[in-house]
Structure formats: C-alpha cells, structure tokens
C-alpha cells in the first residue's frame, strides 16, 4: 500500500475503510476497502478530511474484484441472464425473463476449481420469472491474477452458455380426461381442471379437452384425434396404474407414440409417462397429479414448454431429489424437489 493525495487517487483501489461522522445524521463507513475511488468521491473524502489516503497499487497482472467479478459475469452469463453493479466485490445474477433455467454444472465446476473465484447458483431445469435471482460471482481476494480470467476464458470459450434462461413458448394442448366413473357421470371431473390451471401458467391455451371412458380403443382413437386436431402437447389424465381398468399406457403405446419412460423415480408421480408422438409431447398423467400439489408433471412441464425434449436419462437421474418432503406450504420450485 502506498500513501497518495486524494485529488490524485481517482482509479485507485482504497486500502481501508473510511469512516465518515456527521453528528446527529450518520456515522458508519463512508468508503470501504477495495473501494476504486471515483471523480466524484474526492469531494467527499475531503470533507472528511481525508486529503491523503491508502491506496493498493495493481500490478499490472492483477485485476480488483470488482472488474475480475464483471469480466467472470460477462463470460458466465448466456441468453435470458444479466448482471448487476458489483458491490463489494460481487455481482448477482438474474434472469432477464421468465423460462426454464439451465446451468451447465459441468463448466460452473471447473470454473470454481481454478481457485480464488466463487460461482454459485441456485440449481437448474427449474422455471424461473424474471428478475429471479440466479446466483453471484465474486473473486476471494481483493485482487487476483488476470492469468486466472484468461483460464477461465479458456474453459469457456468453445463452450455453450454457462447459464441461460430459455423463452417458454406457448403450446396448443389437448386434454383427454379417462374414467368410466367421470364419463359416466358417477363423479364429478376434477383432475381436467387441475391439468389446465398447470396449462394456463404457461400462457398456452387448451384447445381441445374431452372425457372418455376406460376403453383402449377410445383413448387411443381420442390421441390419434388430438394430433389431427393440431395439439402442440397431449395430456392423457387418469388410468395409469395397475388394475384391469388402467388402459391408458397401452392406448398411447397403441396410438404409435414412442414411450420414453413409462414410470419415473419420483414421488409423487411414480405413474407418469412422457412419450413422443410424431414429436408431440404426450403425458399419461396418474391420479396424484389431481391430488398432490406437485408431482414429477412439475418437474418436466418447463422443459417441455421450453422446447426441449425429454430423453430417458432425463428421467432416470430425477430419482435424486425426487422425493417430495410435502410441506405444509409448498415452495416449490425453491426447494430439493426435482433438483438432480
Ligand atoms: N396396487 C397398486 N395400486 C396403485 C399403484 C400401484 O403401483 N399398485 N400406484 C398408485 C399410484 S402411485 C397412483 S398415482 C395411482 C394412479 O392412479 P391412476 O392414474 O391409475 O388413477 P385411477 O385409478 O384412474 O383413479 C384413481 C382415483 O382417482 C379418481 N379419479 C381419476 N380421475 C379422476 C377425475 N378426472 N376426476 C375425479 N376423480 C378422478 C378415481 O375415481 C379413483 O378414485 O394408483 C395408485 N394405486
Ligand atoms: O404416480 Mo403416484 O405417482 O406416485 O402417487
């Protein structure tokens, strides 16, 4: 540290906090260390009484933390994310929209392997809204090597973004409702409305929503329908367990979709299928989606609304983090549930 006179310190980094004493007003720390001391500080500083102050001299290989945090946000933050200000050293990241968060925890890994740099986020695949904090980037000390952004360039820079929020982009949805019981008119349907109430948060509109029996025939028939008719995503509710009148695997089976998964390791929603039929998302939907406030349809539906298609193994690895703890007042998704 070196002693320099405060109208020639703009730039510098402050070595120390400054204290500031207004009788009455205010005492508390005016400026604190690692400050870079702006035009319109000095002004400031003097009327504290500070004509000289302690300053750190970069090297010319070393970076603050503040230009080290916005150099790591500028390489860190892809489509849908920005960064704010740093203020005392960090920068928080936040989405610019709404959509599914994706972080590459494969990068954000070798990022904080360099040492000397914390990157840390919340966990990814999980809707987010707009202005939602992400995480924040800061370096540990006060300066750092320049040698240690560049590495961090190197990692990234063939790499895709570090961390996105894609757009959810509205999707024409068909509802097929089964249940002899429901059809028949024995009970009242409430797993339709349950479905679309899910639908709506995304903006996407119901286009087509009919009950059918429990009848392979007719559910296959109503799915064959549903794609003609234009749906964008195909929810089939109900009949997905394992008593003689669970028919609806096989009609979608029967329908010609391709079954990505028939049961996924969470709970609630070990019932569910995700399947593709001619690239149309399809959804066997068991009776917890009606009951449980979120279940495994939670988990996936911002993926899905986000353009991405599900494969096999996005399934199988939810069996960490797939069990609910079912609070009494749900946070979902600012919880473990559905984080793997
Ligand atoms: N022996 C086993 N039983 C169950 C298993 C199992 O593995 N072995 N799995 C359980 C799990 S997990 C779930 S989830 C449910 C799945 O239920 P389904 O999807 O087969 O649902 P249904 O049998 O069609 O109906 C169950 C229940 O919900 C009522 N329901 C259904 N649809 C509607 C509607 N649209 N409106 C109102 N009520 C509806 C229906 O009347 C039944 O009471 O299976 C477990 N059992
Ligand atoms: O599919 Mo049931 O899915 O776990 O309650």
Redesign the pocket.
């Known amino acids: 540290m070196r002693v320099v006179r405060t109208n020639q310190a703009v730039g510098m980094v402050l070595g120390h906090d400054i204290t500031e004493i207004v009788p009455n007003v205010f005492k508390g720390v005016a400026f604190k260390k690692g400050h870079v001391i702006k035009e319109e500080d000095v002004e400031r500083l003097l009327r504290i009484g500070k004509e000289h102050v302690y300053v750190f001299q970069l090297k010319p290989d070393e970076l603050h933390e503040d230009d080290a945090a916005i150099q790591l946000g500028e390489l860190a933050c892809g489509e849908g994310v920005y960064f704010t200000e740093p203020s005392e050293g960090k920068i928080n990241i936040v989405a610019k929209h709404r959509g599914l968060l994706k972080i590459n925890k494969e990068l954000l890994e070798e990022i904080n392997d360099l040492g000397e740099i914390c990157l840390a986020t919340i966990h990814g695949n999980r809707r987010i809204d707009k202005d939602g904090l992400i995480g924040g980037c800061r370096v540990i000390p006060l300066t750092i090597p320049k040698q240690k952004i560049s590495e961090a360039k190197a990692i990234l820079k063939d790499a895709k973004p570090m961390i996105e929020v894609k757009s959810f982009k509205p999707l024409k949805t068909a509802i097929i409702?089964?249940?002899s019981?429901?059809y028949k008119g024995r009970?009242?349907?409430?797993?339709?409305p349950v479905v679309e109430k899910k639908i709506e948060a995304y903006d996407s509109d119901v286009i087509y929503k009919t009950?059918v029996p429990?009848e392979l025939d007719r559910i296959k028939e109503t799915v064959l329908r549903c794609k003609d008719k234009g749906a964008e995503l195909i929810i089939v509710?109900?009949?997905?367990?394992?008593?003689p009148?669970?028919k609806?695997p096989g009609a979608i089976k029967a329908a010609g979709a391709e079954i990505i998964s028939y049961g996924t390791p969470v709970?609630?929603?070990?019932?569910?299928l995700v399947g593709y039929i001619e690239g149309i998302p399809i959804f066997?939907?068991?009776?917890?989606?009606?009951?449980s406030h979120t279940t495994a349809f939670d988990i996936l539906l911002p993926r899905v609304f986000a353009g991405e298609r599900i494969v096999r193994r996005d399934i199988t690895r939810m069996g960490y983090g797939g069990q609910c703890l079912k609070c009494q007042s749900c946070s979902f998704p600012d919880c473990h549930f559905g984080k793997c």
């Open positions: 409702v089964t249940g019981e429901v009970i009242e349907d409430k797993f339709g009950i429990d509710t109900g009949g997905m367990s394992v008593d009148d669970d609806t709970l609630p929603g070990a019932m569910l066997g939907l068991p009776g917890c989606v009606m009951f």
